[in-house]
């Protein structure tokens, strides 16, 4: 299996940016396809963006598509989200996921999980 750790959470000023961070651990980080979700107070958990093994394809949500980017560095076995024009609805917990998935766009296609990392944009 894989252990994942995410880092870079903070709180930000709307219309500002961040980027996180995702280290990857255990099997080969190269198997798995990658993705972020976050999951708001009183809400359910929901799909933010996924990589593929190689980092040739991504997807995103509607709600992210233009302002965030992900990508992954197989060989320092890292996954990013960089996340540009914040919004006050960004405000979530951020969570790194790994499947065996091919392209996977919700979170029940996720094999393993990171603790999270806390994002607050305030307007």
């Known amino acids: 299996q894989v252990q994942l750790a995410e880092s870079g959470g903070a709180l930000v000023q709307a219309g500002g940016s961040l980027r996180l961070s995702c280290a990857a651990s255990?099997?080969?980080?190269?198997?798995?396809?990658m993705g972020w979700l976050r999951q708001a107070p009183g809400k359910e958990r929901e799909f933010v963006a996924a990589?593929?093994?190689?980092?040739?394809?991504?997807y995103y949500a509607d709600s992210v598509k233009g302002r965030f980017t992900i990508s992954r560095d197989n060989a320092k076995n890292t996954v990013y989200l960089q996340m540009n024009s914040l919004k006050p609805e960004d405000t979530a917990v951020y969570y790194c996921?790994?499947?065996?998935?091919?392209?996977?766009?919700?979170?029940?296609?996720?094999?393993?999980w990171g603790q999270g990392t806390q994002v607050t944009v305030s307007s």
């Open positions: 990589i593929s093994k190689s980092g040739a394809n991504t």
């Open positions: 255990g099997r080969t980080f190269s198997g798995y396809s």
């Open positions: 996921a790994a499947s065996f998935n091919v392209m996977p766009r919700s979170p029940g296609q996720y094999d393993y």
